[in-house]
């Protein structure tokens, strides 16, 4: 194998285990949720708060004084507090009602779904859909009806209220990508717009309920397992990607996003006794396969335009 080919398995490698952190994250929430039964407002706060200050703490000790870069204009403070509300207060809200009203597998899955959302938000700007687009999405849909029905469309597997809040955080995953491009492109490294987001988020979850009031009885368990959100859930995931792209390309990344619903389905079965038919693996596998024909796809167009654009020249 050359160079060039041993990169690109490394690459695989960081993102498949950035993939599988957020899968454990996501079991860990269950367990925090179902088993735990600790208060949503109390945990959002303290893990939102502590994940802001770590990630600013990395971020100042890699950038130093490069943090405060983005708060040199109106314009970029308007898309950080975008980014921190419409992307990472409601992803982490929705996404954490959607285990908690349902299974983590199902909220995965769901959550899973961001890419076509921004695919179908652009067809609201006039953006054409591509062939892919059409195929990933009958794919995905397919794939989703039978993971939450179970093959008996009478009936879902989860409750309506948790299909509700878990499109919710399929739809707030794609502000989640979407709203911070434009501050990545003006030069502001990812990690850093990710800790200024981050600790925005905290600080409003904070207000709204602060970390030190109804504290639940903070047992070992409690403990590990925010521990354990917090560093596998943002922290480590960040960071494997971030070093992941030095060598790989970023559609190659996207396809390693399939490890998390893979991990997380895995170890709930194991771990929390949550059960899944075959239909319903098969469902998640329809999803997995429908999102990456539709990154492929998109990612095979953009390609095609910077050669024509670049031949046109």
């Known amino acids: 194998m050359n160079s ?36 949503e407002a109390w945990l959002l706060s303290a893990r939102t708060l502590s994940s802001g200050v770590l990630l600013l703490v990395i971020s100042a000790l890699v950038y130093r004084r490069k943090i405060f870069d983005v708060f040199r204009s109106w314009r970029s403070v308007m898309w950080l507090v975008a980014y921190a509300v419409l992307g990472l207060m409601a992803n982490l809200y929705t996404f954490y009602l959607a285990i908690q009203t349902g299974n983590s597998p199902a909220a995965t899955i769901l959550q899973y779904l961001a890419p076509l959302f921004i695919v179908v938000g652009g067809l609201f700007i006039g953006n054409r859909p591509l062939k892919t687009d059409i195929i990933a999405f009958i794919l995905a849909l397919v794939g989703v009806i039978l993971a939450l029905t179970k093959g008996n469309l009478g009936q879902l597997s989860i409750s309506v209220t948790s299909l509700m809040w878990g499109l919710g955080s399929g739809l707030t995953a794609a502000f989640y990508v979407a709203l911070p491009r434009p501050l990545v492109k003006d030069g502001n490294p990812p990690i850093v717009i990710l800790g200024w987001g981050t600790m925005i988020a905290g600080i409003l979850f904070n207000l709204y309920h602060p970390f030190w009031v109804q504290v639940p009885h903070l047992s070992l368990a409690v403990v590990g397992s925010i521990a354990t959100t917090v560093i596998a859930g943002t922290i480590l995931p960040f960071s494997l990607l971030l070093y992941a792209a030095k060598f790989a390309s970023s559609d190659v990344i996207s396809i390693m996003d399939a490890v998390q619903p893979t991990v997380t389905s895995i170890l709930c079965f194991l771990f929390l006794g949550v059960k899944l038919s075959l239909i319903e693996v098969g469902g998640m596998v329809l999803v997995v396969i429908g999102i990456y024909v539709l990154q492929r796809g998109r990612r095979q167009y953009e390609e095609k335009q910077l050669q024509q654009d670049a031949f046109d020249d």
């Open 4 to 39: 060039s080919g041993k990169n690109v398995v490394k690459g695989i490698f960081w993102a498949a285990l950035a993939s599988a952190m957020w899968g454990i994250s996501g079991t860990v929430l269950q367990l925090i949720s179902h088993n735990l039964k600790v208060p």
